[in-house]
């Protein structure tokens, strides 16, 4: 809250730059807890999740009211008619999408504009959702431990990549609680694409539907 009050009623510019950083400091510090939290509920299974069905499209736009002021950013939604709804937990749901966001954020190319491009489709009883980025890219040793907790794929060793290395993990796990599945393909040098299998349907419904 001080550094919040600081940066904006600071006029000098280096006081105002310095009040900035100590609030992204302590944004970083907020973020880290909440990740360790999490990661401590998924561990001992206490982490609960309310499943409801719900439009998606709203809650992306939500998740992406984080990157709002980054120039740097950009973002399209594809949401197809007859798969723009899911029977997810809205919070979870909120923080998987932003979490990969953050994601392709991170592994953008260096002094380029960050794109992403997020996807549905129906299939079966399941929303399929897509979520693409042209940045650096994953290689393909790489591939088989990026949902690991504490992973981080280290490209270029000039280049600093912060993190925890535990955002992708919470991503798998989330996804494992509503019963779907995440994967990830990737070309390096020229993007990444994670896709995400949920429940389209809440489950009496489909089992319903299958009687």
């Given at each position: 809250m001080a550094a919040e009050c600081l940066v904006k009623t600071v006029q000098d510019p280096e006081?105002?730059?310095?009040?900035?950083?100590?609030?992204?400091?302590?944004?970083?510090?907020?973020?880290m807890i909440s990740r360790w939290l999490d990661v401590a509920k998924l561990q001992t299974g206490s982490y609960e999740i309310h499943p409801e069905f719900c439009l998606i499209k709203p809650m992306i736009r939500k998740a992406l009211k984080h990157f709002?002021?980054?120039?740097?950013?950009?973002?399209?939604?594809?949401?197809?008619?007859?798969?723009?709804?899911?029977?997810?937990?809205?919070?979870?749901?909120?923080?998987?999408?932003q979490n990969l966001l953050s994601n392709a954020y991170k592994y953008r190319k260096e002094g380029s504009v960050c794109r992403v491009k997020i996807q549905t489709r129906k299939l079966g009883?399941?929303?399929?959702?897509?979520?693409?980025?042209?940045?650096?890219?994953?290689p393909e040793s790489a591939l088989?431990?990026?949902?690991?907790?504490?992973?981080?794929?280290?490209?270029?060793?000039?280049?600093?990549?912060?993190?925890?290395?535990?955002?992708?993990?919470?991503?798998k796990e989330l996804v494992l609680l509503h019963k779907?599945?995440?994967?990830?393909?990737?070309?390096?040098?020229?993007?990444?694409?994670?896709?995400?299998?949920?429940?389209?349907?809440?489950?009496?419904?489909?089992?319903?539907?299958?009687?």
């Amino acid at each position: 809250m001080a550094a919040e009050c600081l940066v904006k009623t600071v006029q000098d510019p280096e006081s105002k730059e310095t009040a900035a950083e100590l609030l992204e400091s302590a944004d970083e510090m907020k973020d880290m807890i909440s990740r360790w939290l999490d990661v401590a509920k998924l561990q001992t299974g206490s982490y609960e999740i309310h499943p409801e069905f719900c439009l998606i499209k709203p809650m992306i736009r939500k998740a992406l009211k984080h990157f709002s002021g980054f120039k740097d950013f950009e973002c399209s939604l594809e949401i197809s008619p007859d798969a723009a709804a899911a029977n997810v937990d809205k919070q979870a749901f909120m923080q998987i999408i932003q979490n990969l966001l953050s994601n392709a954020y991170k592994y953008r190319k260096e002094g380029s504009v960050c794109r992403v491009k997020i996807q549905t489709r129906k299939l079966g009883d399941f929303l399929e959702l897509m979520v693409e980025d042209d940045g650096i890219g994953v290689p393909e040793s790489a591939l088989d431990k990026i949902f690991d907790r504490f992973y981080q794929v280290r490209m270029d060793s000039a280049r600093k990549i912060g993190g925890t290395g535990l955002g992708l993990y919470i991503t798998k796990e989330l996804v494992l609680l509503h019963k779907g599945k995440v994967t990830v393909a990737s070309t390096l040098g020229e993007g990444t694409v994670f896709t995400l299998e949920l429940p389209a349907l809440p489950t009496e419904t489909a089992n319903e539907e299958e009687e």
